[in-house]
């Protein structure tokens, strides 16, 4: 046999591998358990007052890349549409009208994601991806109204989807592990060590986070978990004490850290590792057994679907690396932060004074940005590099109008990252009217501080 042959050969043992039909169990489980949690999280930004506050209320709204068309709805219409997104992720849950129901959630919380960059967390781009996924997926074929309503229940599944799943939740973790790969995190417990100092009020666990070298050991814990956890999982003597350590893990960082759904949706998305019929083991007197089927042939649809499915994978795994292209310190400059899986590994405060010049008159002076943006919006503002520099061109354009010609917009910062004292962020010569925001290295951006995280809290 030829090497093209024998290459060709193994291209088609593994598209019957992700083709061979599996018992769906596994993947009917996950579109519950999620459609639940979006469902708890939908109803807890109506509860909280959040849609107003996050989404509504903020004059000035930052926005992504490319997506700048994209403005909240008013009110009433944004507090509809999370009554709508907390129904839809019900009809998910139960299955009902799901390639109507699952597309139009993912879509909503897309929408949702894309309204302001400021709200931006890694368990709101993560419901989006998965539920995107759901909503591809042949989740809805057994157990639930629509094998109700057409009488039959499918009951098994390509294993490739499977597979996508387990792919999407290992980047997670992985890249998660690999951005605490650092010194900060590593030698100096930063910044674990500043967020475990305002956790010592808690019951119980409180006074236990005094004690010294707990913080270095813990970052040491959070390490190891990301970076090993999907290897353990995968191995299927280690899997169901790995995934209780996946388990307590995620409690003990919910009860630690205010992070809202995040560690509800990853022990959830996290059983996907365990065999495909793992919901049978608990519940199966009450499941139709699973049928079994012979493999079949890959057809162009099937090829499709797979070629689809790689491109996905391969966009997962690329996009976390984008930071490599810029150089310097993802955390200062944040070129490659988003999207990237880098979960709690910088703590970044400070301060910034837009200054503008009148260069009619020659005159300069402050402008406030409390007219323009919420405290949450100011808090993250004062960080990130892409959002400072939109806030100029914002207030640029603004006064521009108000006195009819165009103004000199710069920007005085001073940030503390991961507990360093404040030095600047952003070049304050620079007028930032004059940039334009795109795939370039930020030359604007000043140099990362170069000193070792301190062992006490940032000073400004």
Same mark, same amino acid.
């Given at each position: 046999?030829?090497?093209?042959?024998?290459?060709?050969?193994?291209?088609?043992?593994?598209q019957?591998?992700?083709?061979?039909?599996?018992?769906?169990?596994?993947?009917?489980?996950?579109?519950?358990l999620?459609?639940?949690?979006?469902?708890?999280?939908?109803?807890?930004?109506?509860?909280?007052?959040?849609?107003?506050?996050?989404?509504?209320?903020?004059?000035?709204?930052f926005?992504?890349?490319?997506?700048?068309?994209?403005?909240? +709805?008013?009110?009433s219409?944004?507090? #509809? &549409?999370?009554?709508? =997104? $907390?129904?839809? *992720?019900? /009809?998910?849950?139960?299955?009902?009208?799901?390639r109507?129901?699952?597309?139009?959630?993912?879509?909503?919380?897309?929408?949702?994601?894309?309204?302001?960059v400021?709200?931006? +967390?890694?368990h709101?781009?993560?419901? #989006? &991806?998965?539920?995107? =996924? $759901?909503?591809? *997926?042949? /989740?809805?074929?057994?157990w639930?109204?629509?094998?109700?309503?057409?009488?039959?229940?499918?009951?098994?599944?390509?294993?490739?989807?499977?597979w996508?799943?387990r792919?999407?939740?290992?980047?997670?973790?992985?890249? #998660?592990?690999?951005?605490? =790969?650092?010194?900060?995190?590593?030698?100096?417990?930063?910044?674990?060590?500043?967020?475990l100092?305002?956790?010592?009020?808690?019951?119980?666990?409180?006074p236990?986070?005094?004690?010294?070298?707990?913080?270095l050991?813990?970052?040491?814990?959070?390490?190891?978990?990301?970076?090993?956890?999907?290897?353990?999982?995968?191995?299927?003597?280690?899997?169901?004490?790995?995934?209780?350590?996946?388990?307590?893990?995620?409690?003990?960082?919910?009860?630690?850290?205010?992070?809202g759904?995040?560690?509800?949706?990853?022990?959830?998305?996290?059983?996907?590792?365990?065999s495909?019929?793992?919901?049978?083991?608990l519940?199966?007197?009450?499941l139709?057994?699973?049928?079994?089927?012979?493999?079949?042939?890959?057809?162009?649809?099937?090829?499709?679907?797979?070629?689809?499915?790689?491109?996905?994978?391969?966009?997962?795994?690329?996009?976390?690396?984008?930071?490599?292209?810029?150089?310097?310190?993802?955390?200062?400059?944040?070129?490659?932060m988003r999207?990237?899986?880098?979960v709690?590994?910088?703590?970044?405060?400070?301060?910034?004074?837009?200054?503008?010049?009148?260069?009619?008159?020659?005159?300069?002076?402050?402008?406030?940005?409390?007219?323009?943006?919420?405290?949450?919006?100011?808090?993250?503002?004062?960080?990130?590099?892409?959002?400072?520099?939109q806030?100029a061109?914002?207030i640029?354009?603004?006064?521009?109008?108000?006195?009819?010609?165009?103004?000199?917009?710069?920007?005085e910062?001073?940030?503390?990252?991961?507990?360093?004292?404040?030095?600047?962020?952003?070049?304050?010569?620079?007028d930032?009217?004059?940039?334009?925001?795109?795939?370039?290295?930020?030359?604007?951006?000043?140099?990362?501080?170069?000193?070792?995280?301190p062992?006490?809290?940032?000073?400004?």
């Open positions: 046999m030829t090497p093209t042959e024998s290459k060709q050969c193994s291209g088609r043992a593994l019957t591998r992700l083709l061979e039909p599996i018992d769906v169990a596994w993947l009917v489980a996950l579109r519950i999620l459609g639940v949690l979006l469902a708890v999280s939908m109803r807890r930004f109506l509860a909280y007052g959040w849609v107003d506050e996050f989404l509504v209320r903020p004059a000035f709204h926005k992504y890349w490319g997506f700048v068309w994209v403005e909240p +709805l008013g009110s219409a944004m507090q #509809a &549409l999370f009554y709508a =997104l $907390l129904v839809l *992720s019900l /009809a998910v849950a139960v299955g009902a009208f799901f109507v129901t699952a597309p139009l959630l993912a879509l909503g919380l897309t929408y949702v994601q894309l309204i302001d400021s709200t931006y +967390l890694n709101y781009y993560l419901a #989006a &991806l998965l539920t995107w =996924l $759901l909503a591809a *997926s042949p /989740a809805h074929r057994a639930s109204v629509d094998a109700w309503r057409k009488g039959r229940n499918v009951t098994t599944a390509p294993r490739g989807w499977q996508l799943f792919v999407q939740v290992g980047v997670v973790y992985f890249f #998660a592990g690999l951005g605490k =790969l650092q010194l900060d995190w590593l030698q100096d417990a930063q910044p674990l060590r500043i967020w100092g305002q956790s010592t009020s808690l019951p119980l666990v409180g236990l986070l005094t004690i010294e070298g707990l913080p050991v813990l970052s040491w814990c959070g390490f190891l978990f990301d970076t090993t956890i999907v290897g353990w999982l995968s191995w299927k003597r280690t899997r169901p004490y790995a995934y209780f350590v996946l388990f307590v893990f995620h409690l003990f960082t919910r009860l630690l850290f205010d992070i759904m995040f560690p509800f949706i990853m022990s959830a998305a996290a059983l996907v590792f365990f495909p019929s793992w919901p049978r083991a519940i199966g007197h009450w139709e057994p699973a049928t079994r089927e012979k493999p079949r042939a890959a057809g162009l649809l099937g090829r499709s679907a797979l070629w689809l499915g790689a491109i996905y994978c391969a966009v997962q795994l690329v996009l976390p690396l984008r930071h490599f292209a810029y150089g310097g310190n993802v955390l200062w400059h944040e070129q490659g999207f990237s899986w880098r709690m590994v910088r703590a970044k405060g400070g301060s910034t004074t837009f200054l503008v010049r009148d260069p009619q008159t020659g005159i300069e002076q402050e402008v406030s940005t409390r007219g323009y943006l919420t405290p949450l919006q100011q808090n993250e503002m004062a960080g990130q590099p892409d959002l400072i520099l806030m061109h914002a640029g354009a603004d006064l521009a109008q108000r006195r009819g010609h165009t103004v000199e917009v710069r920007a910062t001073r940030v503390s990252l991961n507990g360093r004292r404040a030095v600047p962020l952003i070049d304050p010569v620079v930032l009217t004059q940039i334009r925001d795109g795939f370039g290295t930020y030359s604007w951006v000043l140099p990362a501080p170069t000193q070792a995280a062992h006490t809290r940032p000073v400004l």
